[in-house]
């Protein structure tokens, strides 16, 4: 039978993994990334925090959590390279956004002109 420990960290990969494939498919453009999801790591990684900060303890007292323990440490890995590629999607559509809306001014402008010389 798996500790609750065991069971705690399994649990947090399960949910770090389905947050992690949302988090790719919104770098497809097949989801949504915003405030809800930044939530949902947070609390997952919040949650295991207190785990992580013992690891090496832990590795010493109970062996086989190691590779649970490792495991997390890599979907972390992923989950931060995957982070930074959204953090730059969405920059990058920052810029798109300003650039839109400094055209859409300058077409502004150019009707009010036009309405006064009317």
Known sequence: ???????????????????LA?????LTGDREFGVEQVRALSAS??????VMTRAAEL???????A?????YKSQLRELQTTLNQINLM????RGQ???????????SQWA??????R
């Open 59 to 65: 590795r010493t007292l109970e062996p086989e959590l």
């Open 112 to 117: 009010g002109a036009l309405q006064q010389t």
């Open 67 to 71: 590779t649970q323990l490792d495991r």
């Open 45 to 50: 990684i919040q949650e295991m925090a207190p």
């Open 22 to 26: 949302d988090t790719q498919l919104a």
């Open 97 to 107: 956004m300003q650039s839109h809306r400094g055209q859409l001014e300058a077409v």
């Open 90 to 93: 969405l920059l990058t559509k």
């Open 1 to 19: 039978m798996a500790s609750p420990l065991r069971q705690k960290i399994n649990a947090a990969i399960s949910r770090i993994q389905v947050l």
